[in-house]
């Protein structure tokens, strides 16, 4: 095994970094007027209403962009859908119960579960740089986050780190598992399994029928309501922005290896933060910004260093 720099593999790690930043600012922009989707309808017809529009708007480009949509091992497709809806349904569902920066702060171990998952399960080397990368970036997540805020910890807080092993499970199946799947298989599979979890979670609430809070407080238990104009034009923009975002994150781990790629992800908290700051004026505090630091000082260990 040789240990020289190769070529290939950093233009790779460096193209894939350039996806993870579009994916980012886009993710970014979109989930910041979630907020204005949840004060019109739940998080279950959400996700309904947003796999329709993007399977409708993915079967609609297909055939003028060449895409092909049958998958080459669909139980390996299905499988890696359900373990990242089920990620992502979990750290919904948390913001309803935990605050959200016990939610994210346990959302944000995927990076160094990737790691751990590839060492262990897949025998990777993962070296100092990467686990000082991990390290650094966690701390910075943690900062962004403004430490001290949190609720008591309980059995629930475990939730958020759950979603977080699932998610950095489903981040290495795009490269093990789905090996050969085009991006726009998996992309379809992930708003599918999302879109599934939404019409169970309204199939439920319709029988259960709780007590549904106003506005924002309702968005977990509010089943289906007649939808608004503005709750159509914001999931619409939800939908296209998170298949061109999510598309670009897909693509980058398969082109490149898992435990890079993930702390690329790491991005997503500044460019939420921007957008923050640019749509609602909100700006970040001393820690936030150092964090924002760690954050990249993070990503640049992992492009230049990592092996």
């Known amino acids: 095994m040789t240990t020289l720099a190769d070529p290939a593999r950093d233009s790779r790690t460096l193209v894939a970094a350039g996806l993870i930043f579009v994916y980012a600012m886009v993710i970014g922009f979109t989930d910041n007027f979630v907020r204005v989707i949840a004060e019109d309808a739940g998080l279950w017809q959400f996700h309904a209403t947003r796999m329709v529009m993007a399977i409708a708007i993915i079967a609609g480009i297909a055939p003028f962009l060449g895409l092909r949509l049958r998958p080459v091992r669909p139980g390996a497709v299905a499988l890696r859908s359900a373990v990242h809806g089920t990620a992502m349904m979990i750290y919904f569902g948390c913001l309803a119960f935990l605050p959200v920066a016990t939610v994210a702060a346990g959302m944000f171990t995927a990076p160094i579960f990737t790691l751990l998952i590839s060492r262990f399960a897949y025998g990777q080397r993962i070296g100092p740089f990467r686990i000082v990368a991990v390290a650094a970036g966690f701390l910075g997540v943690i900062l962004v986050l403004k430490p001290g805020q949190a609720g008591d910890i309980g059995p629930a807080t475990v939730l958020p780190v759950v979603a977080g092993v699932l998610y950095a499970l489903g981040n290495i199946a795009t490269r093990t598992w789905c090996a050969g799947e085009r991006a726009e298989v998996l992309l379809a599979g992930f708003f599918l399994a999302l879109g599934s979890f939404g019409l169970i979670g309204?199939?439920?609430?319709?029988?259960?029928?709780?007590?549904?809070?106003?506005?924002?407080?309702?968005?977990?238990?509010?089943?289906?309501?007649?939808?608004?104009?503005?709750?159509?034009?914001?999931?619409?923009?939800?939908?296209?922005?998170?298949?061109?975002?999510?598309?670009m994150m897909i693509r980058a781990y398969q082109i490149a290896d898992a435990g890079r790629v993930a702390i690329f992800e790491y991005v997503i908290l500044p460019a939420s933060a921007f957008w923050t700051w640019v749509l609602w004026g909100e700006t970040l505090g001393p820690l936030a910004v150092a964090g924002i630091l760690l954050i990249f000082a993070a990503g640049l260990i992992i492009a230049l260093r990592g092996r």
Not at 219 to 237: A, I, K, N
């Open 202 to 247: 309204m199939s439920v609430l319709a029988l259960w029928q709780p007590a549904v809070p106003e506005g924002v407080e309702g968005f977990v238990l509010r089943g289906s309501v007649w939808p608004t104009g503005r709750f159509l034009f914001w999931t619409f923009v939800q939908a296209a922005g998170s298949l061109l975002g999510v598309g």
